[in-house]
C-alpha cells in the first residue's frame, strides 16, 4: 500500500491556461475526495465520487472545474481557463465504504500545488 | 452563519509541557469531530476521531474531549517534543457517514528546546 498518490505535485501555469491534476487513491477505497486549501486556510470541501459517481460537489466548484473518477479508480480534476485565484493547494483524499475498514478518518496525498501568474 | 473557530494565533511551548488547542464551532452539529495534523507543503495527516456520544478519546500521548454542549473539542499533547510541532488542525463530519468533513483553519504549534 503505497498511500493517496498525486500528479504532479507542482505545476506553474500562465493564467488562462488549462491545467489537469491526478489522484490515485489506495486501491480498496471506493471514496475518493478532492479538497483545496489556500495558505493559511484549512482544506475546503470541493467534491467526492463513490466508486465512479460524483455524489456532490460544492458551490465552490465552479463552471471551469471538472472532476471526472471513469473507471472508479483514479481521478482527475481539471480546471480551464485559470485564474490567479486558482492558486492553492489541491488535496486528494480517500476512504473505504462505511463498514468494518470504515473508521472515519480520511487517507489524504501530498496535494498538487498550483501557481497562476 | 457557521463557523469553526481555531487559535489563530501560533501556540509556543517547552518541551515535556502539554500542549492544549481549542476548537470551537458554531450552528453546527457534528456527528463526529477528527483531529489531524498538517506539516507544511504535506497533506493532512489523521490521529483522532471522537463521536458526539463520547466525551474523551486518548491514543498514546493524546487526548481528544468534546462538548457538543459547549460546542467545543480540546486536543491535548502531553509529554511534547519538537517533533509535534506542525499544524493541527480540527474537522466536522456532520453526517456521520464520512461523506465529507469541514476543516477549522488549524492552529499552529511550536515545541521549544
Known amino acids: 500500500d503505497t498511500g493517496v498518490s498525486q500528479d504532479p505535485r507542482h505545476k506553474i501555469t500562465k493564467r488562462g491556461q488549462n491545467v489537469t491534476f491526478r489522484c490515485d487513491p489506495i486501491?480498496?477505497?471506493?471514496?475518493l475526495y478532492w479538497y483545496r486549501q489556500t495558505l493559511g486556510q484549512g482544506p475546503e470541501f470541493l467534491t467526492y465520487f463513490q466508486n465512479e459517481a460524483q455524489l456532490e460537489k460544492s458551490r465552490l466548484l465552479s463552471d471551469r472545474f471538472s472532476a471526472e473518477r471513469p473507471k472508479g479508480s483514479f481521478s482527475t480534476l481539471e480546471i480551464q481557463r485559470t485564474e490567479q485565484g486558482d492558486s492553492a493547494m489541491y488535496l486528494c483524499?480517500?476512504?473505504?465504504?462505511?463498514?468494518?475498514?470504515?473508521?472515519?478518518?480520511?487517507?489524504f496525498g501530498e496535494g498538487s500545488r498550483l501557481t497562476v501568474l | 452563519s457557521q463557523k469553526i473557530e481555531q487559535n489563530s494565533e501560533a501556540l509556543n511551548i517547552q518541551e515535556g509541557k502539554t500542549a492544549t488547542l481549542t476548537c470551537n464551532y458554531t450552528?453546527?452539529?457534528?456527528?463526529?469531530l477528527q483531529w489531524y495534523r498538517q506539516d507544511p507543503g504535506r497533506g493532512p495527516v489523521f490521529l483522532l476521531l471522537?463521536?458526539?456520544?463520547?466525551k474523551e478519546k486518548r491514543k498514546e500521548r493524546l487526548k481528544v474531549t468534546f462538548d457538543t454542549t459547549l460546542k467545543q473539542s480540546l486536543f491535548h499533547i502531553t509529554a511534547s517534543q519538537p517533533a509535534d510541532s506542525a499544524t493541527y488542525l480540527c474537522a466536522l463530519d456532520l453526517t456521520g457517514g464520512g461523506n465529507k468533513l469541514t476543516f477549522g483553519t488549524g492552529t499552529q504549534l511550536k515545541v521549544e528546546l
Open positions: 471522537i463521536r458526539e456520544n463520547e
Open positions: 450552528n453546527y452539529s457534528p456527528a463526529y
Open positions: 483524499a480517500s476512504s473505504p465504504l462505511s463498514g468494518a475498514l470504515n473508521t472515519g478518518e480520511l487517507f
Open positions: 486501491s480498496e477505497h471506493n471514496r
